[in-house]
């Protein structure tokens, strides 16, 4: 019986849905950043595969299904660009000077840290999109033939830490205009991050949504053309 449950498809989807569920309830609840929807998601999905000894290739058979749809995520994003078309003109300077100037302190900071701690090349190049959003990752991973299962965890460590330190960060930096606190966040801590910059203001938000996006597409460029 818990064989047909565990291999069918559809336990993996329950499951991630159900400690998403979970985990929104507590955040809505506590409002603490320490009860992030991701992270409890994450924290329930493994609990559940270690108490119940399940294999990890079982919940892979729906998990993969949920990846499936992040290609096509990808290119939804043009939709927030165009949508915020007027924003981005107004403040196009400042967002594309900080999200590059983001986008190359974070590769050289994992360049840099990597030889530093003796990381070879391949969980170099694995760490390196980190910061940008997960169907970009793994994209780019995938290309790069890096090792896509720690470029995922590498990009959910970085949105959740985001997510829960952009408030106190911008306030103990007195960061108070609105596009500097979107680009600000967008910039390094992608979706997750954008979600607490979308608390903080409509404005922040639509600005982070933008950011993460180009954030993305100058991140990919620079690392592409660094290998080659």
Same mark, same amino acid.
């Given at each position: 019986?818990?064989?047909?449950?565990?291999? @069918?498809?559809?336990?993996?989807?329950?499951?991630?849905?159900?400690?998403?569920?979970?985990?929104?309830?507590?955040?809505?609840?506590?409002?603490?950043?320490?009860? @992030?929807?991701?992270?409890?998601?994450?924290?329930?999905?493994?609990?559940?595969?270690?108490?119940?000894?399940?294999?990890?290739? +079982?919940?892979?058979?729906?998990?993969?299904?949920?990846?499936?749809?992040?290609?096509?995520?990808?290119?939804?994003?043009?939709?927030?660009?165009?949508?915020?078309?007027?924003?981005?003109?107004? @403040?196009?300077?400042?967002?594309?000077?900080?999200?590059? =100037?983001?986008?190359?302190? +974070?590769?050289?900071?994992?360049?840099?840290?990597?030889?530093?701690?003796?990381?070879?090349?391949?969980?170099?190049? =694995?760490?390196?999109?980190?910061?940008?959003?997960?169907?970009?990752?793994?994209?780019? =991973?995938?290309?790069?033939?890096?090792?896509?299962?720690?470029?995922?965890? +590498?990009?959910?460590?970085?949105?959740?830490?985001?997510?829960?330190?952009?408030?106190?960060?911008?306030?103990?930096?007195?960061?108070? @205009?609105?596009?500097?606190?979107?680009?600000?966040?967008?910039?390094? =801590?992608?979706?997750?991050?954008?979600?607490?910059?979308?608390?903080?203001?409509?404005?922040?938000?639509?600005?982070?949504?933008?950011?993460?996006?180009?954030?993305?597409?100058?991140?990919?460029?620079?690392?592409?053309?660094?290998?080659?």
């Amino acid at each position: 019986m818990k064989e047909v449950i565990t291999t @069918n498809p559809f336990f993996g989807i329950t499951i991630s849905i159900i400690g998403y569920a979970i985990g929104l309830k507590l955040y809505k609840k506590t409002k603490m950043a320490i009860f @992030n929807p991701l992270l409890i998601a994450i924290i329930f999905v493994l609990l559940v595969l270690f108490i119940f000894a399940i294999p990890l290739e +079982s919940y892979e058979r729906g998990g993969d299904m949920i990846k499936m749809f992040l290609t096509p995520a990808t290119c939804v994003l043009a939709v927030t660009i165009y949508r915020e078309r007027k924003t981005i003109m107004k @403040n196009l300077f400042p967002i594309l000077i900080g999200t590059f =100037s983001g986008s190359v302190a +974070s590769l050289i900071y994992i360049y840099f840290m990597s030889k530093l701690l003796g990381i070879d090349d391949l969980m170099m190049l =694995s760490i390196a999109p980190k910061g940008i959003t997960s169907p970009m990752a793994l994209a780019l =991973s995938e290309s790069i033939d890096a090792m896509q299962g720690l470029t995922m965890l +590498s990009v959910l460590v970085t949105g959740i830490f985001g997510n829960m330190s952009a408030y106190f960060m911008v306030s103990l930096f007195r960061v108070k @205009n609105p596009i500097s606190r979107g680009v600000a966040i967008g910039t390094s =801590s992608h979706v997750v991050g954008t979600a607490k910059a979308m608390e903080m203001g409509e404005e922040e938000g639509s600005i982070a949504g933008v950011s993460l996006i180009f954030t993305g597409i100058m991140t990919t460029i620079i690392i592409l053309l660094f290998l080659s």
